[in-house]
Each structure stands twice: as C-alpha cells, then as structure tokens.
C-alpha cells in the first residue's frame, strides 16, 4: 500500500513557478514509476509527467515540455514537479500517482497507476 501526500500549490501569475512535492508513505515507493496528471474544471484528468523507479527514463506531455520538470529522491520518499514559465492553462488540481510497475510506458495509461493522492491547486493568473 502506498499513500501520498501533495504539497506546493498556490496562486502564482503567468510566467512565474511553482515546486510541488508529493510525499509517499510505504515501503514500495522507491521500485515504483510515479506520475503527475492534472485535471481542469469541466475537463479530463490528463497525463503531464511520469518518472521512472530508478530516475533514468521520464516522459512528459507535449503541453509542458521544456517548462516542467520531475524529479525523484527515494531516500527521502519523495517526488518533485518544478514547473517553470506557468501559463493561465496550467491552472488545475495536480495529482501525484503511484504506477504499480517500475518503468514507465511510452503511452502513458491511468490504468497503471492504483495509487493517487488528493490533489492540490495550482492557479495561474493572466
């Protein structure tokens, strides 16, 4: 079993950042790929990034690339989303995922992922 714990969200302007983290509690976190999806008011829940169990291979959606960046340490349980150059369309709940696999696929799949945390709001302003 593992629980998670979102933290770092807030209000932040546009162009400005933002870190979150997600702490995981369970003895299984550091052989698991963990993921970060978010979901607007009125949308689906999306993929926006996925890390590997030993850090080697992440992934990230077309929509953030070059401006988020996921980040690991096992030793402290934890998982990191640094999200750099924030536009009005990043506002949403961000969630952090377990995947019940140590790697990460190259179509990313919610299916994959049996552990999720509650959420924490993230809202850019124009």
């Known amino acids: 079993q593992v629980q998670l714990a979102e933290s770092g969200g807030g209000l932040v302007q546009a162009g400005g950042s933002l870190k979150l983290s997600c702490a995981a509690s369970g003895r299984t976190f550091s052989n698991r790929a963990m993921g970060w999806f978010r979901q607007a008011p009125g949308k689906e829940r999306e993929f926006v990034c996925a890390i590997s169990w030993s850090s080697v291979t992440r992934s990230y959606a077309d929509s953030v690339k070059g401006r988020f960046t996921i980040s690991r340490d096992n030793f402290k349980n934890t998982v990191y989303l640094q999200m750099n150059s924030l536009k009005p369309e990043d506002t949403a709940v961000y969630y952090c995922?377990?995947?019940?696999?140590?790697?990460?696929?190259?179509?990313?799949?919610?299916?994959?992922?049996?552990?999720w945390g509650q959420g924490t709001q993230v809202t850019v302003s124009s």
């Open positions: 995922a377990a995947s019940r696999f140590p790697g990460i696929p190259e179509i990313p799949k919610t299916s994959e992922y049996p552990y």
